[in-house]
């Protein structure tokens, strides 16, 4: 049998056990309806407010950088042992991996993505002499009326 097909068979005989486990689950278990089961869980205390928070959006980006960088340590492996073959080629391949990585490392740092605490000015898309012109009006701004900054 070649290896594709035990392969193939393999993943479909786990699938259909999954699914099949789910079905009779589904089936056999009681239904016991009761509002203590809808309720959100807090470690035993009586829940305060709601369960559903909406969270920043930061800690998404900071979540979303740690997984690209960590899945590029995984790929770090394999490419130690193809770079014991075939030097070159697998040299190259790792700095242009790299060097996308660091693209888009560098855009989110540029943007402001990267700063927990950030300003308009900075989130918005702008040309580089842009954002030092809008850095001094906003300045300005606030100078001539003190009490923008402190609201």
Do not use: H
């Not at 689950?25 to 016991?32: A, C, D, E």
């Not at 693209?103 to 918005?124: E, K, P």
């Amino acid at each position: 049998m070649s290896t594709l097909l035990t392969l193939t068979i393999f993943m479909g005989l786990g699938a259909f056990f999954v699914f099949f486990n789910m079905i009779v689950g589904g089936i056999l278990r009681p239904r016991l309806p009761v509002d203590e089961k809808s309720k959100a869980y807090e470690c035993g205390e009586e829940p305060i407010g709601t369960s559903w928070v909406q969270f920043d959006l930061r800690f998404y980006i900071v979540a979303l950088v740690f997984l690209v960088f960590d899945v590029e340590i995984a790929l770090f492996y394999p490419w130690a042992t193809v770079f014991y073959e075939s030097k070159l080629t697998a040299l190259v391949d790792l700095l242009v991996f790299m060097g996308v990585l660091m693209v888009g490392y560098v855009y989110l740092w540029r943007f402001g993505y990267l700063d927990w605490v950030r300003s308009s000015v900075t989130t918005s898309i702008q040309r580089p002499g842009e954002q030092k012109a809008a850095v001094d009006k906003l300045r300005e701004r606030a100078r001539r009326d003190p009490e923008l900054i402190e609201n």
